[in-house]
């Protein structure tokens, strides 16, 4: 199952801590095997970390990112890969950024061989990130859209992935699992779940890609 969260300031804003945390433990509902986050700061610092245990369990750790101006988050419900070895949890590395995702690449060991790709894990969620690097063009969106069309072409599935890349770049790609977006004065929030949001949640349409940018 899985859940993913994030966060794109506006105007300079930083995320609201408490709100985090609220989102955290709604997503925990998701995935309770490990959790991770990927986020970038004041100081244009892309940061990362990731554990096993559930993250309703670490919330003060939350504060590491209490100053993201960008952020994305995973609650992890294992189906490739065992927590306890920390490479297979998210968020993984995708062309120097990080991705979380949410969903079951179908036939991803034939991914791997097809495409020459080497995994430092056994998850199944790493080889989104490899197909994005691999892929070729300039526009990081499209091959984000590509990387999800071509992990999902071995079988019928849906996923949903968050990215995030420098200097506060944060892409979302929903292809048929849940995502739902809000807005605040301070920026977006999006989230598997709607519980937890502020505002007044909306979907985000299927088979759609949205990109955020520093503002």
């Known amino acids: 199952m899985c859940g993913v969260f ?18 955290a433990r709604v997503t925990n509902t998701r995935g309770n095997h490990a959790w991770g986050m990927a986020w970038i700061d004041t100081r244009g610092r892309l940061c990362s970390f990731r554990q096993q245990g559930t993250i309703v369990d670490s919330l003060p750790l939350l504060s590491m990112a209490r100053d993201a101006v960008a952020l994305i988050g995973h609650c992890r419900y294992a189906t490739q890969g065992d927590p306890a070895d920390n490479n297979n949890n998210h968020p993984h590395p995708a062309d120097g950024g ?48 590509n990387a999800t069309e071509t992990a999902l072409a071995q ?61």
């Open 6 to 23: 994030g966060f794109t300031g506006k105007n300079g804003g930083t995320v609201d801590l408490k709100r985090l945390q609220e989102v």
């Open 98 to 145: 990080w991705i979380v995702h949410n969903g079951i690449i179908p036939g991803y060991r034939r991914l791997l061989a097809l495409h020459g790709l080497l995994p430092t894990s056994a998850c199944d969620s790493e080889v989104l990130g490899l197909l994005l690097e691999r892929l070729d063009g300039d526009d990081l969106v499209e091959r984000a859209a």
């Open 155 to 215: 079988g019928r599935a849906s996923l949903v992935m968050l990215g995030l890349w420098k200097p506060g770049r944060l892409i979302a790609v929903r292809r048929g699992n849940p995502l739902v977006t809000s807005q605040t004065r301070r920026g977006v929030w999006l989230a598997s779940l709607p519980e937890g949001l502020p505002g007044k949640p909306r979907e985000v349409p299927d088979q759609h890609v949205l990109q955020f940018l520093p503002s």
